[in-house]
T-cell receptor
């Protein structure tokens, strides 16, 4: 059974500092991994999707890496801003033939202090 | 391009009642998945529909059911509501050739 873990559960940093968020998964046979952002009481916003064949993916200040063999992904957010305060979730999907079923980590709640 | 739309946004129901939630996927997306989010259990997969057929199912009791229509819109039904069913219910849609999921804003269900 796939298990996804995000440590730490909460993180507080001063504005301008780089954020490093970790995600680990137990079954390396993933199809892809997605990072999401969730604001309080809202839905999930897709940030980055990394295919299992990729090592990293970048979008603006965000960079996500994937190491399937060790079961880890890291999301880097450069030069954090107060608007980056949110909960960040990672989710993995298994083989494409299994359809669209995501297994989520518990999330990391981030607070960027002005 | 419109995103995933979930209605209603908020619901308050009494124990024992039933409830139906609706999800309209992004135009052209044929896969719709449902998730339950609670503070204690996090995000848990309920089920997925593709071309009007249930393709995947999570570990939830039979009180939780769903369906998908020919226009890909999906509904989720919960019968005999329990206090523990209070949660944020999220729906996600995906293209037929992708597992990238796009989520709606959710329906907040409160059972009293």
């Amino acid at each position: 059974k796939q298990e996804v873990t995000q440590i730490p559960a909460a993180l507080s940093v001063p504005e301008g500092e780089n954020l490093v968020l970790n995600c680990s998964f137990t079954d390396s046979a993933i199809y892809n991994l997605q990072w999401f952002r969730q604001d309080p009481g809202k839905g999930l916003t897709s940030l980055l999707l990394i295919q299992s064949s990729q090592r990293e993916q970048t979008s603006g200040r965000l960079n996500a890496s994937l190491d399937k063999s060790s079961g880890r992904s890291t999301l880097y957010i450069a030069a954090s801003q107060p608007g980056d305060s949110a909960t960040y979730l990672c989710a993995v999907s298994l083989i494409k033939a299994a359809g669209n079923k995501l297994t989520f980590g518990g999330g990391t709640r981030v607070l960027v202090k002005p | 391009k419109a995103g995933v739309t979930q209605t209603p946004r908020y619901l308050i129901k009494t124990r024992g009642q039933q409830v139906t939630l609706s999800c309209s996927p992004i135009s052209g997306h044929r896969s719709v998945s449902w998730y339950q989010q609670t503070p204690g259990q996090g995000l848990q997969f309920l089920f997925e529909y593709f071309s009007e057929t249930q393709r995947n199912k999570g570990n939830f009791p039979g009180r939780f059911s769903g369906r998908q229509f020919s226009n890909s819109r999906s509904e989720m039904n919960v019968s005999t509501l329990e206090l523990g069913d209070s949660a944020l219910y999220l729906c996600a849609s995906s293209r037929a050739d992708s597992t990238e999921a796009f989520f709606g804003q959710g329906t907040r269900l409160t059972v009293v």
